[in-house]
């Protein structure tokens, strides 16, 4: 049974940092792609950065880019997203999701097969 487990979100202050983690197991994810999505209070799913597990090769979101950075630890089978100079606009609970799909269709999260249980990431001013 795939289990997505995410954890390290918290409450930081605007231009701070965190690592979240998402720890996978279940199965053997070489040929599937991690992602990270958020969600805010009354706001739709958002795809925020994926990863290919098999080579770690990265796409983001325009909001993540040059601020976060998504990375694959095959040795721990956890997928990271470290996070920084965060802003306010961060806010949300951010989910991993697993899929064994291509590049394009990764930043809609309906096509995602597993999901994990969300963190809480709270940016204050």
């Known amino acids: 049974q795939v289990q997505l487990v995410e954890s390290g979100g918290g409450l930081v202050q605007a231009g701070g940092s965190l690592r979240l983690s998402c720890a996978a197991s279940?199965?053997?994810?070489?040929?599937?792609?991690v992602s990270w999505f958020r969600q805010a209070p009354g706001k739709e799913r958002e795809f925020v950065a994926t990863?290919?597990?098999?080579?770690?090769?990265?796409y983001y979101a325009d909001s993540a880019k040059d601020r976060f950075t998504i990375s694959v630890d095959n040795s721990k089978s956890t997928v990271y997203l470290q996070m920084n100079n965060l802003k306010t606009d961060d806010t949300a609970i951010y989910y991993c999701?697993?899929?064994?799909?291509?590049?394009?269709?990764?930043?809609?999260?309906?096509?995602?097969?597993?999901w994990g249980q969300g963190t809480q990431v709270t940016v204050s001013s």
């Open positions: 990863i290919r597990w098999s080579d770690g090769t990265a």
């Open positions: 999701a697993a899929r064994s799909g291509p590049l394009p269709g990764s930043n809609n999260a309906a096509n995602y097969n597993y």
């Open positions: 279940g199965r053997s994810f070489s040929g599937y792609r």
